[in-house]
């Protein structure tokens, strides 16, 4: 199991369809930037950043649901 399948299958464990969708693809994205580059914990790096904005982004729309 590469770094990237251990780290998504934990972060979208609280994840809905649709965010999964956009994480897993973000995932692939930056998996395939790594295998490019020369230092991987760049990309690393740059995924975590990203998920944690998008998950920001997911947690403000629901709460904005509720009221």
């Known amino acids: 199991m590469s770094c990237f399948q251990g780290l998504v299958s ?3 464990t ?3 369809g649709s965010l999964k969708t956009e994480v897993t693809n973000m ?3 930056y998996e ?3 295998h490019q580059g020369s230092k991987a ?3 690393l ?3 975590v950043a990203k998920f944690m904005s998008i998950y920001k982004r ?3 729309e629901g709460m ?4």
């Open 10 to 12: 934990e972060l979208v």
């Open 14 to 16: 609280n994840c809905d």
């Open 27 to 29: 995932a692939a994205y």
């Open 32 to 34: 395939h930037r790594i």
């Open 41 to 43: 914990v760049y990309h």
């Open 45 to 47: 790096e740059a995924f």
């Open 58 to 60: 997911f947690l403000e």
């Open 64 to 67: 904005a649901d509720l009221f």
